[in-house]
Structures are given as C-alpha cells and as structure tokens.
C-alpha cells in the first residue's frame, strides 16, 4: 500500500510558498522534527518532498537514481552559466562524462596535490602570524582567496598568474547573480537584457574566453600536465576511447570551479568559526599538527594521521553541510518506502535536516567533532552523514575537498591562534552561508 507523506499545513493556494521564503534549511527541520523525516509541501500546483531518513535517501541516490532527474528551476538556470557539465547533466550523457573523469578523481591519484595546498595553507598561516595581536579578520573572504587560489593552480596549472584575479571576480559574481536569479520569483530568461541578466552574460563571457584560452594554449603546447586540466585532456573514455572535446572541456573546468569554491571556502571558515570559539580543540589540533607536520613532503599517509583535525572537518560539514539539500524529480509516478513521489514533483533529499535529526545526532545543535571518533560512528546508522551525497551523484571532488579542508586547518592550527567574536547564524542560498560576516581576534602566540 502507497501513501502520501505527511503534509506541511500551508496558505490557500499560496501554500508553503512564504515558509520557503524565509530561512528554507530551518522551516524544513523544524517540519521533520514534528511530521516525521518525509514531509510534503505544497506551493501553487507544485508539490515538494522533503527527504530525511537515511534508507530511503539511499534508496532514492542509490538504488534508483536513474529513476530521477535535475530538472528544476535552479538546475536550469545553472546550466545557463555552466552549461551541462557533470553537475548539471543528467541520463546517458552525465554517465559518460562521469566515467571518464572518475579516475582524474580518485584517492590514491590526488598524492600530487596535498603539497600544492600545503604551501598555500602555509602562506595563509603567515600572513594571520604576522598580523599584530588583537588585530580583528574577516573570515570568508580569507577563504574565498585560498581556496581561488588552490583552485587556479590544481584546476589550471600554474601558469593562471594575473588571470587569477578576473576568474575569482567572475566565478563570484556568477554564482551570486545564479543564486540571486534563482531566490527571485521574478526571474526572466537569460536572453531578456534585464541589467541582471546583462551582468551575468558578461561574467558567463569572461570566464569562458579566460578558460577556452587556457585549453587551446595548453593544447598548442603540446606540454603533458598533472593539473586537473591536463588529466581531464588525457583521460579517455573507457568504453569508446574517445577524448573529451575542448567544449565538453571548458564546462567541465568551469563547474570544478564552481562545485568546488564555495563549499570549500564555507567549510572552512565555519570550522575556523567554531575553533575560534572551543579553544581546546585549537589546542587539541595544534598539538596534532606539531606532531604529524614535521616539514617533511606531506604524503597522503601522513594526511590520515591527522585525526582530530579529520574530526573538526567532518563535524563542520555535518553541523553546516555546504549543500544543505539537492533536487531531484521523479521521471515517472515514484515510490520511497511506501511514499508516493508523483511524476514531475520536486524531491529534496537534505543533508542538512538528516544531520540535524536527533534520532541519529543526540544534542544536535552542539558542535562536537568527537561525534567522528570512530567508536561513535560505528554506532550510527549508515548513511546518517551525507555531506558529499552517496550513490552514483556522489561529490567527484570530497576526496580533494577532504585533503583541502584537513590540511588547511592544520596549518592555520599549527601557526595562528584566534577567538571568534560575536555569533553568526547559517543562511541557506545555494550553499549554507554565513549570514553576517565572521569575524575572529588574532593572538600573537599560538598555545
Ligand atoms: C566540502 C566541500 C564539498 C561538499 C560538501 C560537496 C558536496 C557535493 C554534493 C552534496 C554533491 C551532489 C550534488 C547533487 O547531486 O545534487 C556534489 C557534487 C559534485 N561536486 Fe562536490 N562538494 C564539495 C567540494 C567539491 C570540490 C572541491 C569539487 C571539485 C574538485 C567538487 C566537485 C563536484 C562535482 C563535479 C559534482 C557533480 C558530480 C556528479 O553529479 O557526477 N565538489 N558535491
């Protein structure tokens, strides 16, 4: 026997449409603290469900994924800054972009990488060091500036040099103007030449031309490089042996970009954020720090000995999950467990609302990184932890991202020692952003 879910009492005719106006990442986890882990909402003709049960999210991303596509609203207009890269697209032809970017991707091959994002962590540490005691930083775009910066030399190469500025510009702008079409119910085609729409073509125009340059110089230098982009111009499908085209390579560059950017530099000012507020796990990670980080080249091994910093990292990604939900639509009439998924409807599997849920998180609002000590992760259900997603969709990037966030705190950890001033709540756009600045007070003596 099919049912509906429990529905989310709404306006006539409007709905829940005000309720997803407002702060979208608590309304739904306050409905699933009273109606249960799958709520339906209603907006107009549309119908939502939210997702938060772990069986049933890896039912729905992993079991069936194909029974699902990206095609909402916000995916669209995704698609008309990033064309249909493997974030956007869906059916045969994301599988295939999948299969030959999986190995650019895994594990074991990112070894190349972790001394790249070293230096660069360590540059930030020496800049925030050297700063006077007392003196007050804000915190994000600390971040948006390494994490650009990591992004230009592991996407790129290093020869990005004075483009590195222009493409931070524009990747920001787009996404804000993304974020901005996607929140206004206002929002007009891209062709129409609104000063918003103007704006965003000419970012979408800059980052294209700045990128397309990059490829054809690489490909005319016939030069073999282990950056992301020269893997990807490599890599052959395993199926057909066929290369990926410069296009297909330019939206695959500029959505790296995009997936990767922001997630990364929130993650990272969030665990900031926290540590600046529970000065023993500073303590507890500069300690570690000393200990693992002897100024010898970082290996991946030495990575994995980073265990508390592991924990920090995991429990801001839980406690402030980047993507704090993702979309999906059933192609045909659906069911998860016993619940009814209409054609058409919209689906929201949240990240953020599961990783907030008592049954799995006891004390959920508390930010405690021992929550990933392995003896309390056995104990939890798998699947209650889906920052990066599970299933075939899972993030391609978590285990760069990984590397990133763990070796970034644990240098800064290492060498600058800061408190948090003031509280700041989370705010759901694309990402789960902070909604006033984060600001810390730096001490000259780190322990
Ligand atoms: C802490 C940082 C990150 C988090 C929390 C995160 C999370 C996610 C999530 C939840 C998805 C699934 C989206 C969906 O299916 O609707 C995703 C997909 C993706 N992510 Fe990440 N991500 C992070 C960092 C990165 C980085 C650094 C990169 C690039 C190096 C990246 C590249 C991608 C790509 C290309 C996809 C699409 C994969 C596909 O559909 O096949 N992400 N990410």
Request: aromatic letters at 8%; charged letters at 25%.
């Amino acid at each position: 026997m099919t049912r509906d879910p429990p529905l989310h009492p709404g306006l006539p005719i409007l709905g829940s449409l005000l309720d997803f106006q407002g702060n979208r990442a608590h309304m739904l986890l306050r409905a699933a603290q009273r109606y249960g882990p799958v709520v339906m909402f209603r907006i107009g003709p549309r119908r939502i469900t939210l997702l938060a049960e772990p069986d049933l999210i890896a039912e729905m991303l992993t079991r069936n994924h194909d029974h699902y596509l990206k095609e909402t609203r916000a995916m669209k207009m995704m698609r008309d800054g990033l064309g249909r890269g493997l974030l956007t697209n869906d059916g045969p032809d994301w599988a295939r972009q999948r299969r030959v970017t999986a190995p650019v991707f895994r594990r074991d091959n990112l070894e190349d990488f972790a001394s790249l994002i070293l230096a660069g962590a360590q540059t930030q540490a020496d800049a925030w060091a050297a700063l006077p005691d007392g003196s007050v930083l804000d915190v994000v775009p600390e971040f948006h500036r390494l994490s650009m910066r990591i992004a230009g030399h592991a996407f790129l190469g290093q020869d990005v040099g004075p483009l590195a500025d222009r493409l931070r510009e524009s990747f920001n702008a787009a996404i804000t103007l993304t974020t901005k079409r996607i929140l206004s119910p206002f929002s007009t085609p891209l062709w129409v030449p609104t000063p918003t729409n103007r704006l965003m073509l000419r970012h979408v125009h800059t980052l294209d031309t700045s990128i397309a340059g990059l490829i054809r110089a690489r490909r005319e230098s016939g030069e073999e490089s282990q950056d992301f982009l020269g893997r990807l111009m490599a890599a052959r499908d395993p199926e057909t042996g066929e290369p990926m085209s410069d296009a297909q390579l330019l939206v695959e560059v500029k959505t790296l970009f995009i997936a990767g950017f922001e997630t990364v530099s929130n993650a990272l000012s969030w665990s900031v954020y926290e540590l600046g507020r529970n000065p023993q796990w500073l303590a507890r990670l500069r300690e570690e720090a000393d200990r693992v980080l002897d100024g010898t080249p970082v290996t991946l091994a030495r990575v994995r000995e980073l265990e508390l910093t592991r924990r920090v990292f995991a429990e801001s990604l839980r406690h402030y999950s980047p993507i704090w939900a993702v979309s999906r639509v059933p192609i045909e009439d659906e069911t998860v467990g016993d619940y009814r998924l209409p054609k058409g409807s919209w689906v929201f599997p949240s990240p953020y609302v599961l990783h907030h849920l008592e049954a799995y998180w006891p004390d959920p609002q508390r930010w405690d990184p021992d929550r990933f000590s392995p003896e309390a992760t056995a104990e939890r259900p798998k699947n209650a932890y889906i920052p990066y997603l599970i299933g075939p969709r899972r993030c391609i990037g978590e285990h760069f991202a990984q590397l990133e966030g763990v070796l970034i705190l644990a240098t800064l950890a290492q060498h600058a020692s800061w408190t948090t001033l003031g509280e700041v709540e989370a705010e759901p756009f694309v990402t789960l952003r902070p909604a006033s600045p984060i600001r810390i007070r730096m001490h000259r003596d780190p322990g």
